[in-house]
């Protein structure tokens, strides 16, 4: 073993284990796609180019379910960004209690996705839920809502459910990345007559740019992926107004135990995915140092 060769042989392990449990994976679903695979039916296995892909395109269900995974995917990324920033604002202060403070604000990410399904749906049920006790007793609404009734409601109550929980994984990021800043740069700008609003645009903002591009990255990549809260709360419904593409997935596999369809439409999602991750990264000058 020479020593240029060494740390190629020392990596070999790791590589194998990568292609094992991903690259192989990944090789698998676009080489189902493919092909007709039905658990219960394996004596009509064989290849049928691209009728998986052309039966998926003709599929009106499929394209709500896009259409639903885009506005889920937006809504919930805009709002925990937003909230994680100025969560994150927060505890970057000297305040008494604040070492609670945290300890409450980071609890929700602890929590399974399933978990928290099940207690927000008791939460938001139409007869015994605690949210409409709450506004009545408040005079905010006279009668009990029915939340899960309709299209509009049931997400609203899904990205306000999943909002909650990723909260933390931006709040720990961007205050991770506040307290890399050197305070100097804020006591010059106080210096200069900067007010708040002008050092957090030029010189808060351009020094997190990076992190903010890789957690909404990340983010987006995780939500557009998430079945476990849906599947507990909605199931897709009402009238597939929940349904997102994972959630789909699912459902179809389930329904069918057909795993070329299935492979097709997660191939699908990992091509959108791609092509996002790609465009985002690009646009967003992830890498670039911030400007001053």
């Given at each position: 073993?020479n020593?240029k060769s060494?740390?190629?042989?020392?990596?070999l392990p790791?590589?194998?284990?990568?292609?094992?449990?991903m690259?192989?994976?990944i090789?698998m679903?676009f080489?189902?796609?493919?092909?007709?695979?039905?658990?219960?039916r394996p004596?009509?296995?064989?290849f049928?180019?691209?009728?998986?892909?052309?039966k998926?395109?003709?599929d009106?269900?499929?394209f709500k379910?896009l259409?639903?995974?885009v506005v889920w995917?937006i809504?919930?990324?805009?709002?925990?960004?937003?909230f994680?920033l100025m969560?994150?604002i927060l505890?970057?202060?000297?305040f008494?209690g604040?070492?609670?403070?945290?300890?409450?604000v980071?609890?929700?990410w602890a929590f399974g996705?399933?978990?928290v399904?099940?207690v927000?749906?008791?939460?938001?049920?139409?007869?015994?839920?605690?949210?409409?006790d709450?506004l009545?007793r408040?005079g905010?609404?006279?009668?009990?809502?029915?939340?899960?009734?309709?299209?509009?409601r049931?997400?609203g109550?899904l990205?306000?459910?999943?909002?909650?929980?990723g909260?933390?994984?931006?709040?720990?990021s961007f205050?991770?990345a506040l307290?890399s800043?050197?305070?100097?740069?804020?006591?010059?700008?106080?210096?200069?007559g900067?007010?708040?609003?002008?050092?957090f645009?030029?010189i808060?903002?351009?020094?997190i740019?990076n992190?903010?591009i890789l957690?909404?990255?990340l983010?987006?990549?995780w939500t557009?992926?998430i079945?476990?809260?849906?599947?507990?709360?909605?199931a897709?419904g009402?009238n597939?107004a929940t349904?997102?593409?994972?959630m789909y997935?699912?459902?179809?596999f389930?329904?069918?135990?057909?795993?070329?369809?299935?492979?097709?439409?997660?191939?699908?999602?990992?091509l959108?995915?791609?092509i996002?991750?790609?465009?985002?990264?690009?646009?967003?000058?992830?890498g670039?140092?911030?400007d001053l």
């Amino acid at each position: 073993m020479n020593r240029k060769s060494a740390p190629y042989l020392m990596i070999l392990p790791s590589m194998a284990m990568i292609a094992l449990f991903m690259f192989y994976p990944i090789f698998m679903t676009f080489f189902n796609s493919f092909h007709n695979y039905i658990l219960t039916r394996p004596k009509d296995y064989g290849f049928n180019g691209l009728d998986n892909y052309v039966k998926l395109f003709e599929d009106p269900v499929f394209f709500k379910a896009l259409k639903n995974t885009v506005v889920w995917t937006i809504w919930n990324v805009v709002l925990q960004a937003g909230f994680g920033l100025m969560v994150a604002i927060l505890m970057n202060t000297d305040f008494k209690g604040r070492k609670l403070y945290r300890m409450v604000v980071f609890s929700p990410w602890a929590f399974g996705g399933m978990i928290v399904a099940l207690v927000f749906s008791y939460m938001f049920t139409g007869q015994t839920g605690v949210i409409n006790d709450i506004l009545m007793r408040a005079g905010i609404i006279k009668d009990r809502i029915p939340w899960f009734a309709t299209g509009t409601r049931a997400m609203g109550v899904l990205i306000f459910t999943t909002t909650w929980r990723g909260i933390p994984f931006f709040a720990v990021s961007f205050l991770a990345a506040l307290q890399s800043i050197p305070h100097d740069y804020y006591e010059a700008a106080d210096v200069d007559g900067a007010g708040v609003i002008y050092q957090f645009l030029h010189i808060t903002m351009p020094l997190i740019r990076n992190t903010v591009i890789l957690t909404t990255m990340l983010r987006t990549i995780w939500t557009f992926n998430i079945v476990d809260i849906i599947a507990g709360m909605t199931a897709g419904g009402p009238n597939n107004a929940t349904m997102t593409l994972p959630m789909y997935l699912m459902s179809k596999f389930n329904e069918g135990m057909d795993i070329g369809y299935s492979s097709c439409m997660a191939a699908v999602m990992a091509l959108i995915l791609a092509i996002f991750a790609i465009g985002y990264s690009l646009v967003g000058g992830f890498g670039k140092e911030g400007d001053l």
